[in-house]
RNA sequence: GGCGGCAUGGCCAAGUGGUAAGGCAGAGGAUUGCAAAUCCUUUACCCCCAGUUCGAAUCUGGGUGCCGCCUCCA
C-alpha cells in the first residue's frame, strides 16, 4: 500500500501522488505572531512535522514552507498597547515560536518566509489579478470579486448564491458597503492615519491576510504544489480565498492535496484566545509536562479528529510516555543506564539509508510492516504508536530492572534480538519525533533547602539499622519521609537501599 | 439557517462487513517485612430505532446528543 491521505478539497482519502516522483513540496499556514503559540498551534504543528518526517523517511526528498503572518491588525493592536513596534511584537513572537517549536522538537521549515519581506511578491500577484479582471479597487483598497471567480466555494463547500442571502442582513459596516459581494476580500487596504504602511501602486497601505499565502507559495514553490496544511478553522475563508486568488492568477490549481488537523478542545469547545481557555505551549512546558509528553498526547489521536485537552489525559499521556522514554533509553547508542545523553532527534534519514527492511527478523519486519501501514492509512499515528508500545514492552522492564542495578539484566540487554529490538524502536520512534529525554522534572531542590546527601545516607542508614531490629514502623516513617521531600528508596536484594533523588 | 465532522469499556483512543489494537486507570496473582519496579492473568453485546446481509461497531434510512466553520483563528 502507499501513503492514502483524506483530502479536503474532494472530502475523501486518496492516494498520494507527488507533482514530480520523489519530491515533495508542501505549504503550510505559519501563524500570526501577535502573541505565544498554545496548545492548538502545538497540535497543528506536531502533526505535520510527523507528516514531514514520514515522507522523508519514505524517501521523498521534502521542501517545507512555512509563513509568518507579521503584518496584522492583532499586531498592530499589540505595538500601540506595548507603545512599541509591529517589527518589535513580530520579532519577539517569531524568537518565541522558534524556541516553542525546538523543544517540541518539531523539525523548522527549509524556508520561513515573512510578509514583511514578500511585499514584492504580493503586490505582483495582486497586479496580476488586477490585470485579469479578478479585483477592483475601492477607497484605497483592492478586492477580490468573488463573483468572477468560477469554483469560488469549492474547498469550503459553500455556495455563493445562498451565502449572498444569508450574508444580506448581515453588519454593513463601511468595509462591507466597498464589496461587491460580502465574500469578496482586501487584496490590498489602504492605510489609514498613523498606521505603518508600505508603498504600491495603489498607495500606501499593506496587504490583506489571503494574498500572502498565495504569493509566498508561488514565489518560494511555484504555481502547482503537492500538499497545503492548515488547522480545520482555516478552510473558510483563509484557504478558500487562497484558491481563488492563486487560481484566478495562475489559470493552475493551487494544491493537489488540502490537509486540515481538527481542533484541540478545551471542556468539549475550541481553544481559542476569545473564549481564554488556552494555555500557551511554554506554560504547559514549564509547568513541568515534558515536550515528548504533549507530542505523545498530541499523536495518540488522529490528526483530523477533536482533541479534548484535560489535565487526566495529559498524565495518562505522561506515564505512557515514562514507559516508551525508558525502553528508548535503553535502545539509546548512548550506553544503558545512565539517565543523561538525549539522542539527537532533529535529524532524520530516509528509511532505506537508514537499513535495508528486509535485513530484519521476521517478528521485526512484521512490526514495521505494521508502523508503515498504519501511517499510510492518513496517518493513523495512533495505531502506529501501538506498534511503539509493544515494540517498547520488554525493553521498558529491562531498562528499568537495570536501573536497580540487576545484574542479570546488564547480560541480557546485550543480546542481539533486544538490540535490534531497540534499533527499530529508536528508527520509528524517530518517525514520530519521539526522542529519548533525560529524567523529566524534579527540578533541583537541594539547591531549596533540601536535604543534603549525606543527611540521607545517614537516614537510609538509619532505616537499614530500624529493620534489622524489626522495627518496621520506624522504617516505614523513615520512607514516608523521605519521599514527601521527593526522595524515593529502593531497596535491593543483599538488604542494600538506593535511593533516587 | 447553510456547510462539514464526531458518537467504541472508568478515562484517552484505533478498528470501515466475519464475533473489538494500544495507552492510562482498576482487579487478582507472583515477588517484597512494607514500598517501588518487574512479570503473569483479567475488565466492552461499540448512542437509539429500523433495514440490507449467512454475518455489521463497520453499509442504508431515521432519530438523539456533541463539536467545528459561516468574523480573526492552528
Known amino acids: ?264 478542545n478545551v471542556g468539549g469547545e475550541k481553544m481559542s484566545k476569545s473564549l481564554g481557555n488556552f494555555t500557551t505551549i511554554r506554560a504547559l512546558l514549564d509547568s513541568g509536562v515534558s515536550p515528548m509528553t504533549l507530542r505523545l498526547f498530541v499523536l495518540q489521536a488522529h490528526y483530523r479528529k477533536p482533541l479534548d485537552f484535560t489535565a487526566e489525559a495529559l498524565e495518562a499521556a505522561a506515564t505512557g510516555w515514562k514507559g516508551l522514554n525508558a525502553a528508548l533509553g535503553l535502545a539509546s547508542p548512548a550506553a544503558p543506564g545512565t539517565t543523561g545523553a538525549s539522542t539527537e532527534g532533529a535529524s532524520i534519514t530516509p528509511a532505506l539509508v537508514a537499513g535495508d527492511p528486509s535485513d530484519l527478523p521476521k517478528e521485526l519486519a512484521e512490526a514495521r510492516a505494521r508502523f508503515v501501514a498504519a501511517m499510510d492509512d492518513d496517518l493513523n499515528t495512533s495505531a502506529a504508536l501501538a506498534v511503539l508500545f509493544e515494540l517498547a514492552k520488554p525493553l521498558r522492564g529491562l531498562a528499568n530492572r537495570l536501573e536497580r542495578g540487576d545484574a542479570a539484566a546488564a547480560v541480557e540487554a546485550t543480546s542481539a534480538a533486544l538490540r535490534g529490538q531497540g534499533a527499530l524502536l529508536l528508527e520509528l520512534a524517530g518517525v514520530l519525533g519521539l526522542k529519548q529525554e533525560a529524567l523529566a522534572g524534579a527540578p533541583p531542590q537541594e539547591a531549596q533547602g533540601g536535604l543534603s546527601d549525606a543527611a540521607i545516607d545517614a537516614l537510609v542508614e538509619e532505616r537499614r539499622a530500624a529493620k534489622a531490629s524489626r522495627d518496621f514502623a520506624r522504617a516505614d516513617q523513615i520512607r514516608a519521609d523521605l519521599k514527601a521531600q521527593g526522595i524515593e528508596l529502593v531497596d535491593k536484594p543483599g538488604g542494600v537501599t538506593e535511593w533516587l533523588r
Open 1 to 264: 500500500m502507499t501513503l492514502q491521505l483524506s483530502n479536503t478539497l474532494t472530502r475523501s482519502v486518496e492516494e498520494f501522488r507527488p507533482l514530480e516522483p520523489g519530491k515533495v513540496s508542501i505549504y503550510c499556514c505559519g501563524v500570526t505572531v501577535y502573541d505565544l503559540c498554545h496548545l492548538g498551534h502545538a497540535r497543528s504543528y506536531i502533526n505535520w512535522d510527523v507528516l514531514r518526517r514520514y515522507l522523508i523517511w519514505s524517501g521523498y526528498a521534502v521542501t517545507f514552507v512555512q509563513n509568518y503572518t507579521d503584518i496584522d491588525d492583532k499586531i498592530l493592536g499589540r505595538a500601540a498597547e506595548e507603545g512599541t513596534s509591529m517589527e518589535a511584537v513580530s520579532e519577539r513572537n517569531i524568537e518565541a515560536f522558534v524556541a516553542d517549536m525546538a523543544r517540541l522538537n518539531i523539525l523548522p521549515a527549509d524556508r520561513m518566509p515573512r510578509a514583511t519581506q514578500s511585499l514584492g511578491a504580493i503586490r505582483a500577484l495582486i497586479q496580476v489579478l488586477e490585470a485579469k479582471g479578478a479585483a477592483y479597487l475601492a477607497d484605497g483598497d483592492v478586492y477580490f470579486a468573488v463573483m468572477k471567480h468560477a469554483g469560488y466555494g469549492k474547498l469550503s463547500g459553500r455556495d455563493l448564491a445562498e451565502q449572498h442571502d444569508n450574508a444580506s442582513g448581515r453588519v454593513a459596516s463601511e468595509e462591507e458597503a466597498r464589496k461587491q459581494h460580502p465574500f469578496d476580500f482586501a487584496l490590498w487596504k489602504g492605510a489609514k492615519p498613523g498606521e505603518p504602511s508600505f508603498e504600491s501602486p495603489w498607495g500606501p497601505g499593506r496587504p490583506g491576510w489571503h494574498i500572502e499565502c498565495s504569493a509566498m507559495v508561488r514565489e518560494e514553490l511555484g504555481d502547482t504544489i503537492d500538499i497545503h496544511l492548515g488547522g480545520a478553522d482555516l478552510v473558510f475563508p483563509h484557504h478558500e480565498n487562497e484558491i481563488a486568488q492563486s487560481e484566478a492568477a495562475t489559470g493552475k490549481e493551487l494544491a493537489h492535496y488540502w490537509l486540515h488537523n481538527g481542533m484541540v
